[in-house]
């Protein structure tokens, strides 16, 4: 017994010094954490000069000290106070929703359809649709805009929307995430009564909730940060979002960054937000897009 | 309950015809299986009985009536797929319930209907569950149940057994066979397990290409085959091919004569079950040398080499033959099976 003992001791310390040995003199664990610090850096540096931003007076503004001297939550007030910042972040809230509700719903529709319908055309639909993600969206915006334009959609919470009411790389991400479902869940459903939208909606969709949820999240984080087609098409204050009403911050003697900072800050709190509750469903619906695309 | 009446049925997907003029009917109540290879067209036959496939050409008739061009709702049919198809988002209740969601009837009727086919299933205690939950035959007793609930006329079962591990796919046999007999609902079963073709089915439908080979019951397709292929599909082991040579009142086989009038002359096959075909002491048919041996307990098959062609036997399970050694074997003449040039049983 106390052989055994001995042996099983001897043997956990050859274990422990082995780890402790290959620990810190693996040079290839070395470099990969080494990269991997370095990149973390790169990318929490520019929140963190953010949030330090936020909590200095103009004076300091260009110290690139991360703790202010006289730290003060002045901005803060002052860009809750004032009505406009609640009003564009009220902009934003809506238009990411409507749209996230809307382009979920068409995407996962026509994504469907694609992918459990047999008809002449399909593949070529399908081509067409995914081949407008190789449009930047630089170059979309003089035809929406001409498309606004015509249609008096101009300075419109509807012309801010239309763009986004329905996504290529939603129809692309859902027609996959169908394949997963077998059809013989649908026929069943079918020799069961359903019509074909009902199918689509109480069994289809539930077994694909995960990829809906990723989705939601994906276009409902692009919309709450887009600018560029915002700021084309809007020009009364009111109907800004978010990101475009920073902008406003700017004055013609001066750029207000302390403020700029602090709406920044403040319009992360939702994406924190909805990553913290969902970020299961975005690792899941990364992971799987990436296994089926 | 109903007829189910298949007229000439076809399909074809472009040019491939894959059914070809399929002719077959299920008497009220009765348990028919389709039964045959991959790709022979089995599923294919029940789908367009389902209506989830179109029929290309012929009739589908189910309860006298020609339903070709009604929706799978409309037909009165409750199907059971291979891999379930219960919804893993939905508690056991809500799968057995989900048929009933457009019957016109309250409730508590609804829900009675739930508890009774839970209960005849011995689900009872697992109705507030999720897929999940379950082992294979649960969620195979849950598929079942669902399609229990609408009371249909015609039960499809398409390779329901086929997921399950051994043990559990003979149990849930038993118990669809005693369900057949408790509401002799009619019901056509596809698999391409023989072994549960004959021991479900009232009657048996073997398929290949697309061509109904034989129909009749498990004695008849295992005692008469129509010709070698269901001779060699049905029985395991399959059944033993000899080429033969048949003369007036007797048939040459591996160099000896057996007396068996084949009632024509020239080349035959000549079938003999592994079962009827016995490693004896006594008079023999054949003399042959043992290359394999596969015990199976009370019994052991024993492969033998006859003049360059390998039969299966069957041998005494506790006093063997040895490996190598040279065997007699012999079969009753009226136990051969013959088939002519074309593969078809000589009457």
């Avoid at chain 1, 009564?193 to 995960?210: D, H, K, R």
């Avoid at chain 2, 068996?260 to 008079?283: E, F, K, S």
């Amino acid at each position: 017994m106390t052989d055994i003992r001995a042996s099983a001791d001897s043997l956990m310390k050859g274990q422990s010094s082995a780890r402790a040995a290959k620990g810190p003199r693996d040079p290839y664990a070395v470099l990969r954490w080494t990269l991997l610090a370095m990149g973390a850096i790169v990318m929490v540096m520019p929140i963190v000069y953010m949030l330090s931003a936020s909590i200095k007076y103009p004076f300091e503004m260009y110290d690139l000290n991360i703790i202010p001297k006289e730290p003060t939550f002045e901005n803060y007030t002052y860009v809750l106070s004032d009505g406009r910042f609640l009003r564009w972040f009220g902009n934003s809230f809506l238009i990411a929703t409507l749209t996230t509700i809307s382009a979920v719903f068409f995407d996962a529709l026509v994504g469907y359809a694609l992918c459990k319908f047999t008809f002449r055309g399909r593949t070529f639909m399908f081509i067409a649709i995914l081949s407008t993600l190789m449009i930047p969206t630089e170059m979309l915006v003089i035809p929406w805009y001409l498309m606004s334009k015509s249609f008096g959609w101009l300075d419109s919470y509807w012309g801010i929307m239309f763009p986004g009411i329905m996504t290529a790389f939603g129809t692309f991400l859902m027609k996959q995430f169908f394949e997963t479902v077998p059809d013989d869940f649908l026929e069943a459903a079918r020799i069961d009564g359903l019509n074909e939208f009902q199918i689509w909606w109480s069994v289809a969709l539930p077994l694909v909730a995960p990829a809906l949820s990723a989705l939601a999240i994906f276009i409902f984080l692009g919309n709450w940060t887009a600018f560029l087609w915002p700021l084309i098409v809007t020009n009364s204050q009111d109907l800004y979002t978010l990101p475009v009403g920073l902008t406003t911050f700017s004055v013609e003697q001066a750029v207000e960054w302390e403020l700029i900072m602090t709406g920044a800050a403040l319009a992360t709190i939702p994406t924190l937000i909805v990553f913290l509750l969902f970020q299961r469903y975005i690792i899941r619906g990364v992971a799987m897009a990436g296994l089926k695309g | 309950m109903a007829t189910v009446s298949l007229q000439n049925l076809r399909k074809t997907y472009g040019k491939t015809e894959v059914l070809h003029g399929l002719s077959l009917d299920v008497a009220d109540g009765e348990f028919v299986v389709l039964v045959g290879p991959s790709g022979c067209g089995k599923s294919t036959t029940l789908r367009m009985i389902a209506g989830l496939e179109d029929v290309s050409g012929g009739e589908v008739r189910i309860g006298g009536q020609v339903v070709n061009h009604l929706e799978p709702k409309d037909r009165n049919i409750a199907m059971v797929f291979q891999n379930y198809a219960i919804y893993p988002h939905m508690t056991v209740r809500k799968n057995i319930g989900f048929g009933l969601r457009r019957a016109k009837m309250p409730a508590a009727d609804k829900a009675r209907r739930i508890e009774e086919v839970a209960a005849i299933l011995s689900m009872t205690d697992y109705l507030d569950r999720k897929p999940a939950q379950l082992s294979g035959g649960q969620r195979q007793r849950v598929a079942i149940g669902r399609a229990m609930v609408r009371d249909p006329a015609v039960f499809l079962f398409d390779e329901p057994l086929s997921n399950l591990d051994a043990q559990l796919r003979s149990q849930m046999r038993l118990e669809i066979k005693k369900l057949h007999q408790r509401m002799h609902t009619t019901i056509v079963f596809v698999t391409h397990d023989q072994v549960e073709a004959m021991t479900m089915a009232d009657r048996i439908v073997i398929m290949k290409d697309g061509h109904i080979q034989q129909v009749g019951t498990p004695a008849e397709v295992f005692h008469q085959p129509a010709n070698i292929f269901v001779a060699q599909f049905i029985g395991a082991p399959s059944m033993n091919l000899l080429a033969g040579q048949a003369v007036a009142g007797s048939i040459t086989v591996a160099g000896r004569s057996l007396a068996r009038d084949a009632g024509q002359t020239g080349p035959i096959t000549v079938g003999i079950r592994p079962d009827d075909l016995r490693v004896t002491d006594g008079p023999s048919s054949f003399e042959g040398r043992v290359v394999l041996l596969e015990p199976l307990g009370a019994e052991t098959l024993a492969y033998v080499d006859i003049g360059g062609q390998e039969v299966v036997a069957r041998a005494d399970g506790r006093n063997p033959p040895a490996l190598g050694a040279v065997v007699q074997l012999h079969v009753a003449p009226e136990n051969l099976h013959l088939f002519d040039g074309d593969g078809k049983a000589v009457e």
